[in-house]
């Protein structure tokens, strides 16, 4: 994706079990599995660093409450434009 991310996901890397469930249901597959192995002696996921949508689809299909987490990236306010008659409107 071209687009700037609008999200960012992090993991616990010890509280994955790296059962991949996350990766496979990543619309822009932004999440892959690693290649050190944690605790449970599985390869934990790990976010790319990019293209992520914020859409929460990883978080609600791992089955190990806290190992992810997702945060939306704020949008930047769009900037208002002066209108006749001295208003203004947001711009499009």
Avoid: W
Avoid at 8 to 25: P, Q, R
Avoid at 47 to 59: N, W
């Amino acid at each position: 994706m071209a687009n700037q991310a609008r999200g960012k996901v992090t993991i616990d890397v010890e509280e994955c079990k790296g059962c991949g469930l996350c990766v496979e249901s990543c619309p822009p597959k932004c999440l892959e599995l690693g290649h050190e192995l944690n605790a449970y002696g599985a390869h934990p996921a790990h976010y790319t660093g990019h293209d992520c949508t914020g859409c929460g689809i990883c978080f609600y299909c791992c089955p190990e409450p806290g190992a992810i987490t997702v945060y939306r990236v704020k949008p930047k306010p769009k900037a208002a434009v002066p209108v006749p008659g001295g208003e203004y409107a947001p711009a499009l």
